[in-house]
């Protein structure tokens, strides 16, 4: 699968991706409850990009790489190598996650930051890495910028994996002292800045980049598949406030429909980047 890549004026994004799955329709364990197979062929927009034939969702599982001046940045880690996790059913992933993003330009010595969009299991993997016995920083220079609601919600939740993610992907970041825990609109660059967009987590946020004119919003969680964007009320039966989700995707669908931003899904498949579109009283995503 080559990568993907788009410009937003100075700014270059590159999509590395780590796993591609297709999430079957069932009543008792789909993510999205709503998105029955017949349901969503009132969407033909889906098609053939986000949902195969038989009605699955296509998600994609990728980090994606932000070249901006002065700044190589890295917006959410994936799931890791070497890490039990129960969304892989307590297998480990062995990727050559690191020699992609070297590939593309981002040895891991030289990245400057790295954004967690929120500390779910899937956005903060790769933070650290294996190094004998002990979870190290992948990023060794790096500035991890880690929301301080986000952090300070998931430290105090008593689910035990969420606190082993923590243990492995979050805290040795914090020993290390590459951890700055910043505010939900804070501004990384020049070109780069945060932007709230809760209700999947408590202090979830998305990535805006301007440049020259030009503009393109990183996701993140508030979307999970583009039918959410044909259908905003649809949220996946793990967002912590699945009303504030979808409160969130209208008002940020209305913002950004018919205009000229492209929007980068964090989870959409390939081709991952397009503009919403209004449609009859919906929207849909045009790429």
């Given at each position: 699968?080559?990568m ?35 349901v969503?062929?009132e ?9 195969t034939?038989?009605?699955?969702l ?43 993003i ?5 040895a891991?010595e030289?990245?400057d930051a790295v ?29 991890y ?10 430290s ?8 082993e ?23 990384i ?20 980049i ?13 979307m ?11 949220s ?15 008002a ?12 980068i ?10 503009h ?12």
């Open positions: 699968m080559g993907l890549s788009w410009k937003i004026g100075d700014v270059t994004v590159t999509r590395v991706v780590e796993m591609e799955v297709p999430v079957p329709y069932h009543p008792d364990y789909s993510f999205l409850k709503q998105a029955k197979p017949d969503l062929k969407m033909p927009w889906l098609y053939p990009h986000f949902v034939p038989e009605g699955a296509i998600l994609s599982i990728h980090a994606l790489l932000v070249e901006a001046p002065g700044m190589k940045l890295v917006v959410d880690t994936c799931i890791g190598n070497d890490k039990h996790r129960n969304m892989l059913r307590g297998q480990t992933l062995q990727t050559n996650f690191l020699q992609q070297a590939d593309a330009g981002f891991r030289k990245v954004v967690c969009t929120h500390l779910h299991v899937d956005h903060v993997g790769w933070n650290t890495m294996k190094s004998g016995d002990k979870w190290v920083p992948t990023f060794p220079n790096a500035k910028l880690i929301g301080k609601k986000e952090y300070e919600h998931w105090a939740v008593e689910d035990k994996e969420q606190q993610i923590l243990d492995d992907s979050v805290k040795p970041i914090f020993d290390a002292g590459l951890a700055e825990t910043v505010e939900m609109n804070h501004r660059s020049p070109e780069l800045r945060l932007m709230p967009t809760t209700g999947h987590t408590p202090g979830h946020v998305s990535v805006v301007e440049s020259r004119g030009q503009s393109a919003i990183i996701t993140g969680d508030m999970h598949h583009p039918c959410q964007i044909g259908r905003p009320d649809w996946p039966e793990f967002d912590s406030d699945k009303q504030a989700s979808a409160v969130t995707r209208h940020m669908l209305k913002d950004w429909a018919d205009q000229p931003v492209l929007i899904g964090t989870h959409f498949a390939a081709p991952t980047a397009g919403v579109k209004k449609d009859g009283p919906h929207y849909r995503f045009e790429v």
